[in-house]
């Protein structure tokens, strides 16, 4: 890694659409503790596509914010890695990612992404 900070592999583009989200619905779900991961194989190699999610079950907008800033970040000093290409995520956020250690936050999503338990 870098002096910056930031990691040298592949960063994942954003899924920002309605459609995109809902699309990957269709496809596996990964549940852990601190969250959620649904995982689509879109079948063209491309690069790994992301997209974050917290209910509103989870709090208010600013505890949603939290969690979903948290989870941004795991994945983008960590986890960006173990994405396959041609893949959609959908990490949905659960209030317990707020409360999590930030390295057993990385690992889990690492572990969620590889499809190991």
């Known amino acids: 890694m870098p002096a910056t900070g930031k990691p040298v592999g592949v960063n994942p583009k954003r899924l920002l659409k309605r459609a995109e989200f809902l699309a990957v619905r269709r496809g596996e779900k990964r549940r852990g503790r601190f969250f959620l991961v ?14 974050f999610t917290v209910t509103k079950k989870v709090g208010n907008a600013v505890v949603r914010n939290r969690v979903r800033r948290r989870l941004k970040e795991a994945v983008r000093v960590h986890a960006a890695d173990d994405m396959m290409p041609g893949n959609d995520y959908v990490i949905v956020g659960r209030d317990d990612a707020l409360r999590a250690p930030f390295g057993q936050l990385k690992a889990e999503l690492s572990r969620r992404f590889r499809g190991t338990r």
């Open 38 to 51: 649904e995982v689509l194989d879109r079948g063209d190699g491309g690069v790994p596509r992301v997209g």
